[in-house]
C-alpha cells in the first residue's frame, strides 16, 4: 500500500489514467495537474491548476512518458493549460522526491540535475520494454494489414534488429505464417535468431538480404534503411519503422522511389493504451512501494 504518499501527476493521455487508477487503489493522495477537462473523477485525487500544487510535500513527480519537451511543455490531453515544468518547481520538493517520466531529454535531464533530484525513466527499464513490445507488435500487426493487399501468412519479412522489440516482433509473425530473416550484428543474436527457427543474416549483408521482401520492420534507431538498400527493395516492399524518431529510414528517397515507408512511433498509446497504462502503473506501483519502504526503514 502507498498510505501516506503524496504524489504529483502531471500531464499525460490515456495511459495516464491507469496509473491514477491503480495508485489511488494503493490509497496513495494524488495531485492531478492538467487533467480538469476529465469527467471522471477518482476518490484520493484532487485536480490542481500548477500554480496551486504545495510542491514541498510531494514525495513523487510523475509525467506523461515523453517527460518534458525541449522548452518544459508537458503533453495535457486532458487540458488547455499550459504546463511548464521548471526546476524551481522540482527544488521545492523534499530531497527524497523522485521524477517519474517514460524517456527524458536535455531539458528534463538539466532541471533534475539542478535541482539535485533523482529520474527515473521507466522505458530504459527491461521489464517495461519487454511488456511494452506486446502492444507494439500488435500495432505492426495492424499496419502490415491496413498497408498492404496481400496476408501476412506465406510472406517475406525482413525483421531489422533482435533487441526487445525485434524480437517480439520476429517471433509474432513467424508464429502467423510468415517467412521471417532477421538482421543483427552480434553473432549471439544471429545465433539465437537460428534457435528461433528464423533466417538470420549480418547487418553488412543488408543490401543483399532485402531483395525479396515484401515487409520490412526495423527496430534498430539508426539510419540503416538506406537509399543504397531501399535501391534493392522490390517496388511493393512496405517499410515499417518502429525506431524511435526519426526512425531509421531514409524518408524521403523511399518517396522518391515510391516505396511506402511509414514511421510508426508511440504504437503502445495507439493500439493498447489501457493495457500500456497498466504496463506503467504495475511497475510504478512496485517502485513507488519500494521507494516507501526505504524510507520507512530508516526512520524506524
Ligand atoms: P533495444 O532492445 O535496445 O534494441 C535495439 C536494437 O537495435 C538491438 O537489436 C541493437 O543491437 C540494435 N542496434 C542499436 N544500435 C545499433 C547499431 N549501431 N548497429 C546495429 N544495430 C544496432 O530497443 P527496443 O526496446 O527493442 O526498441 C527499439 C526501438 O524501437 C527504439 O528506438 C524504441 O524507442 C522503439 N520503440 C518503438 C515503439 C513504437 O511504438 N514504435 C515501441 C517500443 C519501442 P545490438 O544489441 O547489437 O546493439
Do not use: W
Amino acid at each position: 500500500m502507498l498510505t501516506g504518499m503524496q504524489i504529483a501527476v502531471i500531464g499525460g493521455d490515456a495511459r495516464q489514467l491507469e496509473i491514477i487508477r491503480k495508485l489511488t487503489e494503493l490509497d496513495a493522495r494524488l495531485s492531478l495537474i492538467g487533467f480538469e477537462q476529465l469527467d471522471h473523477a477518482f476518490t484520493g485525487a484532487v485536480k490542481e491548476k500548477l500554480d496551486e500544487v504545495d510542491f514541498s510535500n510531494m514525495d513523487a513527480v510523475i509525467l506523461p512518458v515523453p517527460g518534458t519537451n525541449l522548452e518544459g511543455y508537458v503533453e495535457t490531453i486532458f487540458s488547455n493549460e499550459k504546463v511548464i515544468l521548471t526546476a524551481e518547481m522540482l527544488k521545492k520538493t523534499p530531497d527524497h522526491c523522485t521524477v517519474y517520466s517514460g524517456i527524458s531529454n536535455n531539458y528534463l535531464n538539466g532541471i533534475t540535475k539542478e535541482a539535485n533530484r533523482q529520474l527515473v525513466q521507466l522505458f530504459e527499464r527491461d521489464d517495461v520494454a519487454i511488456y511494452n513490445s506486446i502492444p507494439t507488435v500488435e500495432g505492426t500487426i495492424m499496419m502490415a494489414i491496413q498497408h498492404t493487399d496481400f496476408t501476412i501468412h506465406g510472406s517475406n519479412i525482413a525483421v531489422l534488429g533482435l533487441g526487445r522489440c525485434g524480437m517480439s516482433v520476429a517471433r509474432t509473425f513467424h508464429a502467423l505464417g510468415a517467412k521471417v530473416k532477421v538482421g543483427a550484428r552480434k553473432s549471439e543474436h544471429l545465433a539465437r535468431i537460428t534457435e528461433m527457427g528464423l533466417t538470420p543474416f549480418h547487418l553488412n549483408d543488408l543490401g543483399k538480404e532485402v531483395k525479396d521482401t515484401d515487409i520490412l520492420i526495423n527496430t534498430i534507431p539508426l539510419q540503416i534503411v538506406s537509399a543504397s538498400v531501399i535501391s534493392k527493395l522490390p517496388a511493393h516492399t512496405l517499410i515499417i519503422d518502429l525506431a524511435s524518431k526519426p526512425g531509421g529510414t531514409d524518408f524521403r528517397y523511399a518517396e522518391k522511389r515510391g516505396i511506402k515507408a511509414l514511421l510508426a512511433p508511440g504504437l503502445p498509446g495507439i493500439v493498447a493504451p489501457k493495457t500500456a497504462g497498466q504496463i506503467l502503473a504495475n511497475v510504478l506501483a512496485q517502485l513507488l512501494q519500494d521507494d516507501l519502504s526505504k524510507r520507512k526503514g530508516k526512520i524506524k
